[in-house]
């Protein structure tokens, strides 16, 4: 059996955690710069706020309905995820962690245990430990558990957030109440073809043979099919390293000057170095890009990325920042008003699996010294030790204006218990 849990509206049930006053009000979380709305209460969904909202074309709709906004908080919805999967791997050791809000659990040998009770159990422990709610589907499938995990968050009040698919009549019963366009899986481009066929839900999509579905779908589809079915072809995997690592930003403003750009990518390939260090990873090119701002239609508009391939495989942060300058370099144009760049790193390989070449070679003091950096951000905070081509004084900043404190994760931020 499968079990797919999912954190209910986990952003903004991260802050509610810190500050019960927000119960029961609307709460919404932005993105990067304070951009758009990327997490809703239910009160936020009710008063029709939708998901990707532009929070300047709703700051009044805001503050009409006294809606609470806060800028995203990574660092506390990370520490949150992690005590939750905690929680949840002492119901079973097989666990795969889906995205910072949803895991997946396979029980096996729990064919004469109660699946209701131990949802039950579930949820009184994560929100006892965490505070943070959940939705659980059971199923003998990935994909059902996911229709199941559905069904439990649509109807809370007669499914007290657990749903059980653990018959025939259950199953067909589920796919015909999802609609084709809410199936895992299926995207936009599927979801319009099927329509076209007549196909409007998952049971009727079940009912399409192997042949055209695979063929239409590929082994993919066809996997989702049969799963679908009730036919476990889709197993837990493995938390695997990323295939490339992306660190890009909009700017607060926008940037004229070659410098002040060659300090933010400065600043994105050291982030991406780290990352690389954290998983164990070389990359083996890089992608810089920088682009104007589209919304400005009265200034000229430009866009540009370009590949470096790096000499050897590395993860260096030194060697990075240097790959970023010869592309920004190649790629940057005298009079534009850029709005966003990033840095992204490809071609992933494990750190003791590296391909050395006859003529270039990674300066060996780099390992130790990345180590030694690393060693102390972790220990002092992140950004303490900075290299010559950022700015030491921190004037680059992401617009967090409504950014609320790192409970679980800093000293000095900690909750204040008043007594």
């Known amino acids: 059996m499968f079990a797919l849990v999912d954190c209910n509206n986990f952003y903004a049930s991260c802050e509610r955690v810190f500050n019960p006053s927000l119960n029961n009000k609307p709460v919404v979380v932005l993105s990067n710069n304070d951009g758009c709305v990327i997490a809703r209460s239910n009160e936020a969904k009710a008063l029709g706020i939708p998901m990707g909202a532009p929070a300047f074309e709703y700051a009044k709709t805001f503050e009409a309905y006294n809606i609470n906004i806060f800028s995203s908080n990574y660092a506390l919805y990370g520490d949150m995820s992690s005590r939750v999967i905690n929680l949840l791997s002492e119901f079973t050791p097989e666990v795969e962690i889906y995205s910072i809000d949803e895991a997946f659990l396979k029980f096996v040998g729990f064919e004469l245990f109660d699946f209701q009770e131990i949802g039950e159990q579930m949820r009184k422990k994560v929100t006892k430990g965490t505070g943070i709610p959940i939705s659980i589907g059971f199923a003998p499938t990935k994909a059902l558990s996911k229709v199941a995990n559905k069904i439990a968050k649509k109807f809370p009040e007669r499914t007290n957030n657990v749903y059980l698919i653990d018959s025939e009549e259950k199953r067909i019963k589920a796919l015909k109440w999802l609609s084709i366009e809410d199936v895992w899986g299926i995207g936009r481009q599927h979801t319009k073809r099927l329509k076209y066929l007549n196909i409007h839900n998952a049971y009727q999509f079940t009912q399409l043979s192997d042949d055209w579905v695979r063929k239409n779908m590929s082994v993919v589809g066809l996997r989702l099919k049969h799963d679908l079915e009730g036919k476990p072809t889709m197993s837990l995997e493995a938390t695997a390293n990323k295939k490339m690592i992306a660190t890009t930003r909009s700017f607060e ?137 950022q700015s030491l004084g921190r004037q680059w900043k992401m617009k967090q204006e409504r950014l609320s404190p790192r409970y679980s994760t800093n000293i000095n931020e900690i909750i204040d218990i008043k007594v």
Do not use: W
């Open 253 to 389: 403003g926008m940037l004229t000057s070659y410098d002040d750009i060659r300090e933010r990518l400065s600043t994105f390939a050291i982030s991406c170095a780290e990352k690389l260090r954290r998983q164990d990873s070389h990359c083996n090119m890089i992608m810089i890009f920088l682009h104007t701002n589209g919304f400005r239609k009265d200034l000229p508009q430009y866009g540009r990325n370009i590949v470096i391939k790096t000499s050897y495989p590395t993860n260096s942060s030194i060697d990075l920042v240097k790959s970023a300058e010869i592309g920004l370099k190649a790629i940057f144009r005298d009079g534009y008003h850029y709005k966003k760049a990033g840095v992204i790193v490809m071609g992933l390989t494990p750190s003791n699996q590296k391909q050395i070449t006859l003529f270039d070679a990674e300066n060996p003091k780099h390992l130790p010294l990345m180590s030694i950096v690393d060693r102390l951000n972790k220990a002092y905070g992140n950004n303490k030790i900075k290299f010559g081509s």
